[in-house]
């Protein structure tokens, strides 16, 4: 059983920069993001805990091997305590029990990189906190839980001395998300080349705006911040955009000829379409909603990084064939040995000149998170 690091002094919830992964659509890329940006973090030197908060478990399965229920239920089993609903049921099962850190799972291949554990039946837990968020009727019962998950990941950084805490999280409006961002330091809004994304894009400028007066609401409200896991009171910030997985115009003929040569570059004029419709989006609407509600950085922090045109961290076209191979080795694609990447010849160059580019990306990517993440912006 995994030892649970005690200490019943309250945490420091600024002392580490949590940033959570967040789109309402689903399959943006918020899970792959999350894994190689973690390990680029980590790589640079910070310690980062990544968070699997979605109940579908893709990082937690990514990160520990897991292809199936039964071997995250005897992960369960075997190590009790070790995941984030375990870590929650103090409060949400009102145990007579204080919430404890995690001791988290190290991730092969670095040591400055832990997961915390998804899992699948988190989402028992939405209903009684959707509850607890709706400010009222006899909350009194109910006032340890908007703090709680809080709670858990600073008390679960505190003991990892963690700079970073990545959240992944599911593709919902659910309570959990609402809860998981609002308490956040910062977010991430990954996007696919698509309508789906545009309209996503549209519809967070109205989800944020009534997310914000509630977390304002909540904050002020003294049966929270009296709780046994005060609710904190932080204006998330958002750091930027990210699009991922569009297809690029062709470069050489080698990929089309062996089929298998994954590429990166200009994308390709269906897919810069939809990135320049996401860009006007985020400009003309999400921006304004944001900027109105203080959920921005100042306009000088988002030019210090060169992003303050669209607001588009990274630009990421599709891996290709990295990714399968990436998923099987448990490494981000820009890691990929020449014998994991199975590939010789003209296609193997290029394969290598795409890892290049990939692992310049994440590193620039893990370059502006942390610049634009070194002063306090919270408020
Ligand atoms: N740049 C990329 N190139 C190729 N495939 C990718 C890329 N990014 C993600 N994928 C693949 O696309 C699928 C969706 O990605 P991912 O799981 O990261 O999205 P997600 O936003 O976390 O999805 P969900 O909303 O279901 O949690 C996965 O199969 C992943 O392996
Ligand atoms: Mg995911």
């Given at each position: 059983?995994?030892k ?5 002094a309250?945490?420091?919830q ?8 967040f789109?309402h659509k689903?399959g ?5 993001t999350?894994f190689?940006?973690g390990?680029?973090?980590?790589s640079k030197?910070h310690?980062v805990?990544?968070v ?5 478990c ?7 091997g897991?292809?199936g ?7 369960y089993?075997?190590?009790?305590g ?5 870590g ?5 099962e ?9 001791k988290?799972v190290?991730?092969?291949?670095n ?7 998804g899992?699948?039946r988190?989402?028992?837990y ?18 340890n839980?908007p703090?709680s998950?809080?709670?858990?990941l ?10 970073y ?11 959990i998300?609402?809860?998981i961002?609002?308490t956040?330091d ?8 698509d ?13 944020f ?15 929270f ?11 998330p910030k958002f750091?930027g955009?990210?699009?991922q ?6 470069r050489s003929?080698?990929?089309?000829e062996?089929g298998s ?7 390709a ?16 609407t999400l921006l304004p ?8 950085l100042?306009?000088?922090e988002?030019?210090k ?9 990274a630009?990421?076209s ?6 399968a191979?990436?998923q099987e ?5 820009f890691?990929?040995t020449k ?8 296609v ?6 795409s890892?290049d580019i ?9 370059d ?5 993440t070194?002063?306090?912006?919270g408020?």
């Amino acid at each position: 059983m995994a030892k649970h690091p005690k200490s019943s002094a309250k945490p420091d919830q600024k002392q580490v920069k949590r940033i959570a992964l967040f789109n309402h659509k689903g399959g943006v890329s918020k899970t792959t993001t999350t894994f190689n940006l973690g390990w680029m973090l980590a790589s640079k030197g910070h310690r980062v805990v990544m968070v699997d908060s979605d109940p579908q478990c893709s990082l937690s399965g990514l990160v520990l091997g897991y292809k199936g229920q039964d071997e995250f239920e005897k992960f369960y089993k075997t190590q009790p305590g070790r995941n984030i609903r375990d870590g929650l049921s103090p409060a949400f099962e009102s145990r007579p029990k204080e919430i404890e850190g995690i001791k988290c799972v190290p991730v092969k291949g670095n040591d400055n990189l832990f997961l915390l554990p998804g899992h699948i039946r988190l989402s028992e837990y939405e209903v009684s906190l959707g509850m607890a968020q709706e400010l009222s009727g006899t909350i009194q019962t109910l006032q340890n839980l908007p703090g709680s998950i809080s709670y858990l990941l600073a008390k679960t950084a505190e003991f990892h001395k963690a700079e970073y805490i990545l959240i992944d999280m599911n593709p919902s409006l659910s309570s959990i998300n609402q809860n998981i961002l609002m308490t956040s330091d910062y977010f991430i809004v990954p996007t696919s080349p698509d309508y789906f994304s545009v309209m996503a894009i549209d519809s967070l400028a109205t989800v944020f705006p009534r997310w914000r007066a509630w977390s304002k609401k909540a904050g002020s409200m003294p049966v929270f911040h009296e709780a046994a896991y005060p609710f904190p009171t932080i204006v998330p910030k958002f750091l930027g955009t990210i699009v991922q997985k569009y297809r690029v115009r062709d470069r050489s003929t080698a990929s089309q000829e062996e089929g298998s040569a994954p590429t990166s570059g200009t994308p390709a004029a269906g897919f810069q379409k939809w990135i320049n419709e996401i860009n006007a989006k985020v400009i003309n609407t999400l921006l304004p909603v944001l900027r109105q509600h203080e959920m921005t950085l100042s306009d000088a922090e988002y030019h210090k990084v060169g992003i303050e045109k669209d607001y588009c961290l990274a630009s990421i076209s599709d891996f290709n064939s990295l990714i399968a191979k990436a998923q099987e080795h448990q490494v981000p694609v820009f890691l990929l040995t020449k014998e994991q990447i199975r590939l010789s010849g003209k296609v193997l160059n290029l394969t290598n000149e795409s890892k290049d580019i990939f692992e310049r990306i994440f590193s620039t990517l893990a370059d502006e998170v942390i610049e634009m993440t070194t002063d306090d912006h919270g408020s």
